[in-house]
């Protein structure tokens, strides 16, 4: 009778041990950070490097000490640029980031051991934190675009929104629109006060860039009467008085050189001319200080682990306290100089 107890409980055993993977369990399993490979700095010297570095570990800190992985691996890496001459030129900082990826734990339907599980390879849902660079920008850095720039200013999607004191540069779609559960990005700057690291192109400027463009392309394709619109679009456009010329550009995408007008902001497909403010940087420091962060929280939604995570990752990082670290020469970790939190600051 003992005997048949021990079968019976070593069957027992093996029918747990042998239970199919179960994504819900999963998703509440305690998860883990990982240090991925940072990426190879160029053009910044060691000295910056080394401070960079540091900035960066005090943001990790900051977010790991509030922040638990839950249902997945949080790998967490870096990467520096410098000033890079091809980028931009008149270099005021270097530009650096912080990132998390969000990595779920995924059951092993190639294993015989239906309880096997792994650690997802790839993840759409990311968060960046970025010094002296908007990435999103394509790109806008700490630095005045570069001679050979073909398009003469950079694309801001939609106007900043002050929420909670920090900017707010509004949610986009970045994967597949036609998605039930889609991916989006939602973006936010943190500056000094109420400034910007850019300035808005005015319509007048903008009509001379396109103007300039359309007349390098006539001359290389030789005339035709298919310009001659877009040519009177610009020169109609030129002539609008001095208040109307002063204006933001706001314009259409595809209506760059080929000119049918200004639109308003929110329509679809539009965008607004910007260009980097020089004028917004503290020249006097050294180029491994931060002037600007700029955060984005990108996620697949529909996920709960996705969902889970990336909301616990927004409560633990503290924009006051990254704001406090901006223009500071040997800045140490973010919790030395945290603020008082601010709840609510990011919202989707």
């Known amino acids: 009778m003992k005997c048949l107890s021990v079968i019976l409980s070593m069957l027992l055993a093996i029918q ?5 993977c179960d ?10 950070w ?7 700095p160029a053009f910044v010297t060691a000295a910056d490097l080394s401070k960079e570095k540091l900035v960066l570990a005090g943001i990790h800190k900051m977010i790991s000490t509030g922040y638990a992985p839950q249902g997945c691996q949080a790998l967490y890496t870096n990467s520096f640029g410098g000033s890079a001459p091809v980028a931009g030129k008149n270099w005021v900082g270097d530009h650096y980031a912080y990132m998390i990826y969000v990595l779920r734990y995924i059951c092993d339907k190639q294993s015989a051991d239906k309880s096997k599980y792994y650690v997802d390879i790839s993840t759409p849902t990311t968060v960046t934190i970025t010094a002296n660079s908007i990435p ?8 005045d675009l570069p001679d050979d720039e073909f398009r003469g200013y950079l694309k801001l999607p939609r106007l900043p929104q002050k929420k909670d004191g920090f900017y707010f540069l509004g949610e986009e779609v970045v994967g597949d629109s ?6 989006k990005a939602y973006r936010w700057l943190i500056t000094y006060d109420d400034k910007l690291p850019f300035k808005y192109v005015s319509r007048k400027e903008y009509l001379l860039i396109q103007k300039k463009r359309l007349e390098k392309t006539i001359q290389e394709n030789g005339g035709s009467p298919f310009y001659d619109k877009y040519v009177n679009n610009i020169n109609e456009a030129l002539k609008k008085p001095e208040s109307e010329l002063s204006k933001p550009a706001i314009c259409r995408w595809n209506d760059e050189e080929l000119f049918d007008g200004f639109v308003e902001e929110g329509v679809n497909g539009s965008f607004i001319a910007v260009k980097p403010n020089l004028d917004y940087y503290n020249k006097k420091l050294s180029k491994s200080v931060p002037q600007f962060f700029s955060v984005v929280f990108k ?16 409560k633990s990082v503290d924009f006051a306290a ?3 670290m901006l223009g500071k020469e040997g800045v140490k970790t973010v919790a030395e100089t ?11």
């Open 299 to 314: 996620i697949s939604h529909g996920d709960p682990v996705f969902e889970a995570n990336i909301d616990a990752i927004k």
């Open 23 to 32: 994504k819900a369990v999963l998703a509440q399993k305690p998860g883990t």
């Open 16 to 20: 747990l041990t042998a239970q199919d």
């Open 34 to 40: 990982k240090a991925g490979i940072p990426g190879s």
């Open 322 to 324: 990254l704001r406090t």
């Open 136 to 143: 999103f920008l394509h790109v806008l850095y700490a630095a």
């Open 338 to 348: 945290k603020t008082v939190k601010q709840k609510g600051v990011v919202t989707k």
């Open 178 to 183: 036609h998605l039930e559960n889609k991916i």
